[in-house]
């Protein structure tokens, strides 16, 4: 089988090359090496195992340039939740026109498609009340307590990103809704070996990376005690593939399913599986007393529905993802710990932290 990934040079899409190529697919990738996720375009470019079309995913004529595939994997996207609060046009080109094109490119081949959301079209997610109730507003209410994210909860985003994700698959829906075999997977957290180190727009884990190699304090936005689900990135491409191996009845709409590991991590517990798999002297964990616009407090996957539909369990917790994390970064290039702190300037200067 010939499977084209757009993004494919990107962290997921790397590790989805390995799988699939160990499966003994073919593989094509369209990905624009984009400077802010690719310091080293040319080595990205090399290392791809199969060909790669350097274009956006927003341009017809580059899809046009990739060879016929049997499956289109949509992974390209712009992913800073921050960043998108203030480029929401640039996040909203690439996350929903690239989609739309995604989707025809699925279309106009016949084959299925199989793209990438996001748990950030939740928002805050379901809270369970004292009285049993279950509520999407994400006020905390005295008594109440974070539910697991549900396929079927209403979409409430609270980022510029996490808009253009719920919109991406109502494009989806719209392009292929009842004709075409589409598969919509919604990762939680992702971390594991090849994360970008140098992109200060995402990942925590970096920021946290960055300060224990340089015995820096650790900073935490807020209370730290915010959850999130980590998932490796081992098993969000185990579903990809089993996705792609199990292709989605075509007559049912787009096929929805949460990727994550289903057990909630506090930030605070994040940094401290950091600081215990640093591979240099233990540092400080210090809170900082901030809210970032487009930050949720708790999140975690209802994994129900995956288990139903007989997709690969997940096979790592979160101390081991994060301490495989930093096994594998530890001597890789990346941002300086100062990176993250001016891009928290730069928010506040935009008038998005309180
Ligand atoms: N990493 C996570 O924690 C996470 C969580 C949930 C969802 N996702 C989703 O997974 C997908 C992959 O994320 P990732 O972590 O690998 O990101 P990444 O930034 O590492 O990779 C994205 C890739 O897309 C390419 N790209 C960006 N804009 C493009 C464009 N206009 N045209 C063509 N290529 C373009 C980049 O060059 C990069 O190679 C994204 O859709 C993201 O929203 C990621």
């Known amino acids: 089988m010939r499977a084209l990934i757009s993004g494919g040079a990107g962290f997921i899409g790397r590790h989805l090359a ?15 090496l984009s400077p802010q996720v690719h310091r080293e375009p040319e080595a990205a470019r090399a290392g791809f195992p199969g060909r790669m079309v350097v274009g956006d995913v927003c341009d017809a004529d580059a899809w046009a340039r990739c060879s016929d595939a049997d499956v289109v994997i949509h992974l390209a996207a712009e992913t800073g939740t921050g960043q998108s609060m203030y480029q929401q046009d640039r996040y909203h080109q690439v996350n929903v026109e690239g989609t739309r094109l995604a989707a025809r490119e699925a ?6 498609l199989v793209a990438i959301s996001s748990r950030a079209v939740y928002g ?6 004292a009285d049993g109730t279950r509520t999407y507003d994400g006020v905390v209410r005295p008594g109440s307590r974070a539910a697991d994210s549900r396929e079927d909860d209403p979409h409430a985003p609270v980022s510029v990103y996490g808009e253009t994700k719920s919109e991406g698959e109502q494009v989806i829906a719209a392009e292929l809704g009842g004709r075409g075999s589409a598969t919509v997977i919604r990762p939680q957290n992702v971390i594991g ?11 925590v884990l970096a920021a946290f990376l960055a300060c224990l190699k340089e015995g820096r304090a650790i900073s935490v ?3 730290g005690a915010q959850t999130r689900d980590f998932v490796h ?6 579903m990809i593939g089993w996705a792609v191996a199990n292709p989605a ?3 049912d709409g787009p096929r929805i399913i949460n990727c994550g590991s289903g057990v909630r991590t506090t930030l605070r517990e994040l940094a401290d599986h950091a600081v215990a798999a640093s591979l240099s002297a233990p540092v400080d964990i210090v809170h900082v007393d901030v809210h970032r616009a487009g930050d949720i407090r708790d999140a975690c996957a209802d994994l129900t529905r995956a288990r139903e539909l007989g997709t690969p369990s997940p096979r790592w917790c979160a101390a081991d993802a994060v301490a495989d ?7 890789q290039p990346g941002a300086r710990a100062d990176a993250w702190d001016r891009a928290l300037d730069e928010l506040r200067d935009r008038g998005l932290t309180s």
């Open 124 to 129: 805050e997610g379901a809270r369970v009340e």
């Open 221 to 223: 936005y807020g209370d």
């Open 107 to 112: 279309a106009r081949r016949g084959v299925p």
């Open 233 to 238: 990135v081992t098993d969000l491409t185990a």
């Open 18 to 32: 390995t799988e699939l190529r160990l499966q003994g697919h073919d593989l094509i990738a369209l990905d624009l």
């Open 325 to 331: 994390f930093v096994r594998t970064s530890w001597d």
């Open 193 to 203: 070996a090849g994360q970008a180190l140098h992109n200060p727009y995402t990942g």
């Open 249 to 251: 009845p075509a007559a």
